[in-house]
């Protein structure tokens, strides 16, 4: 992958012009059954596709497939909990959340090994993103009450949180979805 080519992940968040004050005021509750299923169905796909890899040096279409529509899922939930969209996750409709990723070819872009250490090198980004949540977090209770007292998201907050969730996505993908072996940049954007 050369620097022109996007990263592995992508996500792009569509900026909406008025949110409902009523749904943003009760988000907090109306987002735990999406977060239930969400949480149901996570379970396991790390250690699954690490052994897959290691052992078997394979990343079966069907399971990259499943692996994929489960992270859009997450990032419409985490769009949803963040203020970002008034609209309901679906588990079926990409909605105003475009994630895209990239089906690894696993013997010629991947390394058998790596996937037991990944999520160990990772680290630093761990280390930053704690920082980057604990702004997100400020952000959306400025933005919280933005919404309550003008139906709208400041653009600039909005972007932020948007760069918070492409640099989580980065991470997940090298990590914990396993799609690529180059380590993620250190950057919202």
């Known amino acids: 992958m050369t620097p022109s080519e996007p990263y592995a992940a992508r996500l792009e968040i569509d900026y909406p012009e008025k949110l409902d004050r009523f749904t943003t005021f009760f988000r907090l509750l109306w987002v735990i059954p999406a977060a239930i299923i969400l949480s149901l169905l996570g379970d396991g796909i790390f250690v699954a596709t690490a052994l897959l890899i290691v052992f078997r ?3 079966p ?3 990259f497939d499943f692996a994929r529509e489960l992270t859009r899922f ?3 939930v985490g769009a949803y ?3 970002l969209t008034d609209e309901y996750p679906s588990t079926t409709d990409e909605q105003t959340v475009h994630i895209e990723l990239d089906y690894p ?3 010629r872009d991947l390394n058998r090994w790596l996937p037991l250490v990944k999520w160990f090198l990772a680290i630093p980004h761990y280390v930053v993103l704690t920082f980057l949540f604990i702004g997100a977090l400020v952000v959306w209770l400025i933005a ?3 919404i309550l007292f003008t139906g709208s998201f400041p653009r600039g907050l909005f972007d932020y949180m948007v760069g918070v969730a492409r640099w989580t996505l980065r991470v997940e993908a090298y ?3 396993l799609l690529t072996d180059e380590y993620p940049p250190f ?3």
Do not use: C, I, N, T
């Open 81 to 83: 909990l963040a203020l």
């Open 187 to 189: 950057s919202l954007k």
């Open 57 to 59: 040096v394979k990343y």
């Open 175 to 177: 990590a914990f979805l």
């Open 144 to 146: 919280w009450f933005a």
């Open 105 to 107: 070819d696993v013997e």
């Open 74 to 76: 997450g990032a419409r």
């Open 61 to 63: 279409r069907w399971w």
